[in-house]
């Protein structure tokens, strides 16, 4: 059962390539979770399964998160699912197709597969897509309150869902507290990803993330696509933005339609076996 570690400034993620796993469809829920486990498993932010087969695109591809739910969409984990492709010799071009159950992706690859563009689709702001609870709008510069504080946030879906919150008061340490009762408000049926955001000038960002199923996040790629489509339909940003986070920093490029394209780095970190212990234990 072989593993193969990357990540995407500081995101890190497992590749579970279904060929090196004949007697398994998915993985399950007890099993991802002591994969990822960083005491008892190899350690991640979620596991990658793929190239599996896909009437769209290319590739096929199903994302989990270390809880065991499974993601929409991850732009670190397309760009690490893209390596892992180009580093296996799986794709003859650069350029080529991926298919998430958020949607298809181009992927191209760059300087040798340490950096990988994105066109990640276009952001929407729309209630019922993202979703939200209420009538149906674009949810822009509305209110919510956790732990008695009130935050103006907008929503947006990349095909997964995203509350940003604009602040001045920019910390881990405000993401971790509010980041997890925010991710489950009855307001956001599916739950959301969270990202709080302060504006640094028209071209820069800096976001600091809580990930839906996962926690506190170093990194994101549709994060960031979120929260830079909000901070320009916000009208605080231009159409080129570098958003900085504590992994790193990603570019984003906002086209017609808010259609977003993502360039960032990615690293290799290990390959190797998982040994059937692993799953004696239970998490």
């Given at each position: 059962?072989?593993f193969?570690?990357?990540?995407?400034?500081?995101?890190?993620?497992?590749?579970?390539?279904p060929?090196d796993?004949?007697?398994?469809?998915?993985?399950?829920l007890?099993q991802?979770?002591?994969?990822?486990?960083?005491n008892?498993?190899?350690?991640?932010?979620g596991?990658?399964w793929?190239?599996i087969?896909?009437?769209?695109?290319?590739?096929?591809?199903?994302?989990f998160?270390?809880?065991?739910?499974?993601a929409?969409?991850?732009g670190?984990?397309?760009?690490?699912?893209s390596?892992?492709?180009?580093?296996?010799?799986?794709?003859?071009?650069?350029i080529?197709?991926?298919?998430?159950?958020?949607?298809?992706?181009?992927?191209?690859i760059?300087?040798?597969?340490t950096l990988?563009?994105v066109?990640m689709?276009?952001v929407?702001?729309?209630?019922e897509r993202?979703?939200?609870?209420?009538?149906?709008?674009?949810?822009?510069?509305?209110?919510?309150e956790?732990?008695?504080r009130?935050?103006?946030?907008?929503?947006?879906?990349?095909?997964?869902p995203?509350?940003v919150?604009?602040?001045?008061?920019?910390s881990?340490?405000?993401?971790?507290?509010?980041?997890p009762?925010?991710?489950?408000l009855?307001l956001?049926?599916?739950?959301?990803?969270?990202?709080?955001?302060r504006?640094l000038d028209?071209?820069?960002?800096?976001?600091?993330i809580?990930?839906?199923?996962?926690?506190?996040?170093?990194a994101?790629g549709?994060?960031?696509?979120?929260a830079?489509a909000?901070?320009?339909?916000?009208?605080?940003?231009?159409r080129?933005?570098?958003?900085?986070?504590?992994?790193?920093?990603?570019g984003?490029?906002?086209g017609?339609g808010f259609?977003i394209?993502?360039?960032?780095?990615?690293?290799?970190?290990?390959?190797?076996?998982?040994?059937?212990q692993?799953?004696?234990?239970?998490?």
């Amino acid at each position: 059962m072989r593993f193969h570690k990357y990540h995407a400034l500081g995101n890190d993620y497992i590749v579970l390539d279904p060929a090196d796993f004949p007697n398994w469809t998915a993985p399950k829920l007890e099993q991802i979770r002591v994969i990822c486990h960083r005491n008892f498993g190899v350690g991640s932010d979620g596991i990658l399964w793929g190239p599996i087969p896909s009437s769209k695109a290319d590739f096929g591809l199903r994302i989990f998160n270390p809880d065991g739910s499974e993601a929409e969409k991850s732009g670190n984990g397309l760009r690490i699912f893209s390596r892992y492709l180009w580093d296996q010799k799986r794709v003859a071009s650069p350029i080529f197709t991926v298919e998430t159950p958020g949607g298809v992706v181009q992927s191209e690859i760059k300087d040798s597969g340490t950096l990988i563009t994105v066109a990640m689709g276009s952001v929407s702001f729309d209630s019922e897509r993202i979703p939200v609870r209420g009538p149906r709008r674009e949810v822009i510069n509305e209110t919510l309150e956790v732990q008695g504080r009130s935050f103006s946030f907008s929503a947006a879906t990349i095909g997964n869902p995203h509350c940003v919150l604009p602040v001045e008061d920019l910390s881990p340490e405000l993401a971790k507290r509010y980041g997890p009762d925010i991710e489950v408000l009855p307001l956001f049926p599916n739950r959301t990803n969270v990202q709080f955001l302060r504006v640094l000038d028209r071209s820069t960002i800096q976001i600091e993330i809580w990930e839906r199923g996962a926690g506190y996040t170093l990194a994101s790629g549709s994060s960031s696509s979120a929260a830079a489509a909000v901070a320009h339909r916000l009208g605080l940003v231009d159409r080129s933005v570098t958003v900085k986070m504590p992994g790193g920093s990603i570019g984003i490029e906002i086209g017609d339609g808010f259609s977003i394209t993502m360039t960032g780095t990615v690293n290799k970190v290990a390959e190797g076996e998982i040994h059937p212990q692993l799953f004696d234990v239970t998490v």
